[in-house]
């Protein structure tokens, strides 16, 4: 005699794999596209930051050759224009004709000249450089004028200097793998939870409230298979089809992520997810299983409450709440739990071992107790799934 | 006669919304479908439910297939409860009605099998009966397309061959020619018979007179939940057409409403 469960998987996963349109819905487009948008984003803030390079005009009263000097080095085209001109170009740079306006005091270089620690601030000139925050040309040349102001600045009176020497010398400690851990840590198990969220609820309520909604859960129901088995069935292809999906959205979001952050800090090489090995990835497989076994159940035990997949839908939202708040207040948090329960709590347990397999920090028992808890809860979950498929005014009400 | 189904003073109500109530313009907050019906089907004929809708017809072939539980009382199917031996009766029962529906993913060849699977009908036996049936409903042309892209008469011949394939000895149908066409209805009819001859017990339940006539042994009429008739064709109609003494039992019970 075939296993009730068996055969309910098996149709499960033939109606899965046997529809184009949901496999590559479900499964192919969401890696694919998160993988594209996170590198067009990432390429697009690299454009960003070459596009940075280019060169800006700038007017300027009273710049002292030496300053000019640097700045036409750093690409900048330097129109000198008198004080009473200082209105004229101020709007110029207001309707994006040039980038920067840079007004210095008459008697600059003089004051400069005769500068030492004993001049009394109040007496030091100011600097005024006008600039729109609305133009991105405008917004990249001021910084850049304002550090080329600041260096000359220390020159002047220069004390002592910060982590001024560059020669052979590294001064962030950091290896490849602490940089790529505390980043993948903070964002990763936000975007996997996110992620695997949106996969186990793109296919459960359809499955179920979908089923009860066409009218074909009946003719299930009225076979002697125990609709505990049908639930197991039902609950487990769920689980292959979320991961499925939950997997291909990881890779897209883990192979895109180097170039996102490419794009972010302009440099390459310094986030590399191949830092991961096979221990890493065999924690995350084995939380990711157990969480999306739980997801499904609850997910599942909502959209058999439900009437339609609509009402299903609305009825899941706050899970979703649930599990947005929870990736969220972990984000920025830094200390590592090490109290057994806190790996109790269903959904936190999951994105805590996360950061710690991010971070490179995992510890066995977590995980285990994670798994063990996600696996507990499903099982309850299986039970309390059962009792509504025998109740008839839930069913059929 | 082989005495196949005893239906035993069975009573099913259901609990009523606020909404319920208002649609229904009801102040009783439990409605009583089934009201201690009792009634017995023999081996080799088919039974008529008989009656208006909401008379309680559709609720009672739902509890004797074991999708929902009567409040009090009790069926036996070939000696087993409803209430107490509810996976048992299953394998002796098929249940078809409009309510039961198939996915339209799926082909009726892979219905089929996944039914005979979910009965624990061994692969020989399936094969074969998978053979005759189709054939019988000229399905066999169709076996590869997906139930979405069937007409609806092909649709419901393959509800009605996948509610037989595991073969059972009461084949229960709620409205079985509800929404067929002429020719797919006179298919179902001829079926019935041929379920008849081989020993098979039916009942259907439907409020067509006519179907009654041709297809059944004994009827029931059922009005708000109460049998207020159970005999042989024969013996109804005896002086009056089947309509006659169905209307003349309503008035009795309802008065003029009609």
């Given amino acids: ?397 | 006669m082989k005495e196949i189904l005893k239906v035993d003073s069975v009573t099913k109500t259901f609990r009523l919304t606020s909404k319920q109530q208002r649609q229904r313009k009801l102040d009783q907050k439990v409605l009583t479908a089934v009201d201690n019906l009792s009634f017995t089907a023999y081996e080799g004929e088919i039974f008529g439910l008989l009656g208006p809708n909401g008379a309680g017809k559709t609720t009672t072939l739902r509890m004797l297939s074991t999708l929902i539980k009567p409040d009090s009382g009790d069926a036996l199917i070939n000696g087993l409860s409803i209430v107490k031996q509810p996976a048992e009766v299953r394998r002796n029962i098929g249940f078809l009605t409009s309510d039961v529906k198939l996915e339209d993913f799926f082909t009726p060849d892979y219905l089929f099998d996944f039914f005979s699977d979910m009965h624990s009908v061994p692969d020989d036996v399936r094969k074969e009966r998978k053979e005759t049936l189709f054939k019988r409903f000229g399905i066999d042309k169709f076996s590869q397309v997906k139930v979405a892209d069937l007409s609806t008469g092909m649709k419901q011949k393959t509800s009605l061959v996948v509610s037989l394939a595991h073969d059972p000895d009461i084949i229960i149908f709620d409205e079985p020619t509800n929404g067929l066409d002429v020719i797919t209805a006179k298919v179902v009819t001829d079926f019935l018979g041929e379920l008849r001859q081989s020993g098979k017990t039916v009942i259907i339940s439907t409020h067509i007179f006519s179907l009654i006539e041709k297809v059944c042994d004994r009827v029931g009429i059922i009005i708000d939940g109460k049998m207020i008739k159970c005999s042989s064709l024969d013996e109804i109609t005896a002086e009056k057409s089947l309509e006659d003494v169905f209307f003349e039992l309503y008035r009795e019970r309802k008065g003029d409403e009609i």
């Fill in chain 1, 1 to 397: 005699m075939k296993n009730g469960a068996l055969i309910v998987f098996k149709k499960e996963l033939a109606r899965f794999f046997g529809d184009r349109r949901l496999l590559i819905t479900s499964v192919i487009m969401p890696g694919l596209l998160i993988y594209l948008i996170y590198s067009f984003i990432g390429s697009s803030m690299n454009t960003l930051v070459e596009d940075s390079t280019a060169s800006y005009k700038a007017a300027a009263v009273n710049m002292p050759a030496v300053i000019a000097a640097q700045l036409e080095q750093m690409n900048f085209e330097i129109e000198t224009i008198t004080p009473d001109q200082t209105e004229q170009y101020k709007e110029k740079v207001r309707s994006k004709d040039i980038s920067l306006c840079v007004v210095f005091p008459d008697d600059f270089e003089s004051v400069m000249a005769n500068y030492n620690s004993k001049t009394p601030s109040s007496d030091v000139p100011n600097v005024s450089v006008f600039y729109n925050s609305s133009d991105i040309n405008s917004s990249n040349a001021y910084p850049l004028m304002i550090t080329t102001l600041d260096s000359v600045e220390k020159e002047l009176s220069n004390v002592f200097d910060v982590n001024a020497l560059t020669d052979d010398i590294s001064y962030d400690v950091a290896t490849e793998e602490d940089t790529t851990g505390t980043l993948m840590a903070m964002i990763l198990p936000v975007v996997i939870m996110t992620l695997l969220y949106s996969s186990c609820v793109a296919l459960a309520p359809e499955s179920i409230a979908g089923e009860k909604e066409r009218g074909t859960i009946a003719s299930l129901l009225i076979t002697p298979v125990p609709r505990s088995q049908i639930i197991l069935g039902k609950v487990c292809a769920l689980s292959v089809m979320s991961l499925l999906g939950g997997m291909s959205s990881f890779l897209g979001t883990f192979l895109s992520i180097p170039k996102l952050m490419q794009g972010m800090d302009g440099e390459s090489g310094s986030i590399k997810t191949d830092v991961y090995g096979a221990k890493e990835y065999i924690c995350l497989i084995v939380l990711i299983l157990s969480t999306v076994l739980l997801l499904i159940t609850v997910i599942s035990i909502i959209s058999t409450l439900a009437k339609s997949v609509k009402e299903a839908g609305t009825m899941v939202m706050p899970l979703m709440m649930v599990v947005m708040l929870v990736s969220f207040l972990t984000m920025y948090q830094t200390e590592v739990k090490t109290e057994f329960f806190w790996y109790c709590i269903p959904l936190y347990n999951t994105v805590e071992c996360m950061k710690n397999v991010f971070s490179f920090s995992i510890v066995s028992q977590n995980i285990a107790v994670t798994c063990a808890a996600n696996i507990l809860y499903s099982g309850a979950g299986i039970f309390v799934l059962t009792k509504l498929f025998n109740n008839e005014r839930v069913m059929f009400g």
